[in-house]
């Protein structure tokens, strides 16, 4: 299984040298990792379709993954579909069992994004 590496940078080079050094860190490497730039969308599009089932998609943070509340919340379906474990700045877990789908249940929910 494989460490694919995302993450959304500011313009601000130092801020893609820090996200770069932070996906290392969680075990991504240079050939694993994708970013997209303010307005710039696709990379999550090529790291969602590099993934194989059981990879993990490793984030340094949840607002890394995705621009908005709206856009994490459509991608969670892509994210089961595609049977991936998270890494989100250390934090592992799996959104298609239980105890995963809680826990990033619980994070939508503190954004406001949750499906009652």
Do not use: K
């Amino acid at each position: 299984m494989a460490v694919i590496g995302y993450t959304l940078t500011t313009t601000d080079p130092r801020d893609l040298t820090e996200q770069l050094a932070r996906l290392h860190a969680l075990g991504a490497t240079d050939t694993t990792i994708h970013w997209d730039h303010p307005g710039h969308h696709t990379g999550l599009d090529t790291t969602l379709a590099s993934t194989r089932p059981g990879d993990t998609l490793a984030t340094p943070a949840l607002d890394r993954l995705a621009s908005s509340p709206e856009a994490l919340h459509d991608i969670t379906p892509t994210l089961i579909d595609h049977e991936l474990l998270l890494d989100i700045g250390g934090t592992h877990l799996n959104p298609a069992n239980t105890h995963g789908r809680s826990v990033f249940d619980t994070y939508l929910t503190a954004i406001g994004m949750h499906d009652a």
